[in-house]
């Protein structure tokens, strides 16, 4: 298994709160992906790197930013957290930025919204 | 916009006898495709891939089939086992920005009965 975590695993938080989810590799790839899941609509990009210090926004990437500041960490921030985003995060990373190599994904982090 | 569908949210399957999950795409610019495979509580994990050149792909028990002209492919398990039971995504890899970003059907959950 590729060597991710993502902390926390579980939150709740109330609305207008800001909130960080961290996600940490092991594998020294460079890189790394913030997803998240809700039904119906598999998993959708919010953000991800291509570097320490480079990243860029991805399809869904409104009411989040991200920093990452050292190779192994990547950090997801939601800075006034909202209803709409109650939802599974998934950190993801992969060894290369072409089509043809896989992401692994972290365990995934549960934030609720209140 | 949906661009890869999974129809069939469910299956089940009695275990020693074929799976097969179907999926359809509509953006025929993708260049791979992937199928990812999810257990309660983790994140999801990489299956099988295939490259749009190519037609079929196996490994092991698992076997994807590519049908260009359809925009569809499909998953077979043979023979399926308990183990198997998860939900199953298809996506597609594609160029973004400076990197890749998958995107994934729906899920189509599998039962394996005994």
């Known amino acids: 298994d590729a060597g991710i975590t993502q902390s926390p695993r579980h939150k709740v938080t109330e609305t207008g709160t800001p909130v960080t989810l961290r996600c940490h590799q092991t594998e020294n790839h460079r890189y790394m992906y913030w997803y998240r899941q809700d039904p119906g609509h598999g998993l959708r990009l919010i953000h991800y790197s291509y570097g320490v210090k480079d990243t860029d926004k991805g399809e869904v990437s409104d009411g989040y930013s991200v920093s990452r500041s050292k190779t192994e960490d990547f950090l997801l921030t939601l800075e006034s957290a909202t209803s709409s985003q109650t939802s599974v995060y998934f950190c993801a990373i992969s060894e290369s930025g072409g089509t043809s190599y896989e992401q692994y994904f972290g365990p995934g982090t549960r934030l609720t919204v209140t | 916009d949906q661009q890869v569908k999974q129809n069939s949210p469910s299956l089940s399957v009695q275990e020693g006898r074929i799976s097969i999950l179907n999926c359809d795409y509509t953006?025929?610019?993708?260049?791979?495709f992937l199928w990812y495979k999810k257990y309660p509580a983790e994140g999801p994990t990489f299956l099988i891939s295939?490259?749009?050149?190519?037609d079929k792909n196996e490994d092991g028990r698992f076997t994807v089939f590519l049908n260009k002209s359809a925009k569809h492919l499909s998953l077979h398990i043979v023979p399926s086992q308990p183990g198997d039971s998860a939900v199953y995504f298809c996506?597609?890899?594609?160029?973004?920005?400076?990197?890749?970003?998958?995107?994934f059907g729906s899920g189509t959950r599998l039962s394996i009965r005994p």
């Open positions: 996506a597609a890899s594609v160029r973004y920005s400076s990197a890749s970003k998958i995107i």
């Open positions: 953006n025929s610019m993708f260049d791979y």
């Open positions: 295939i490259s749009s050149i190519k």
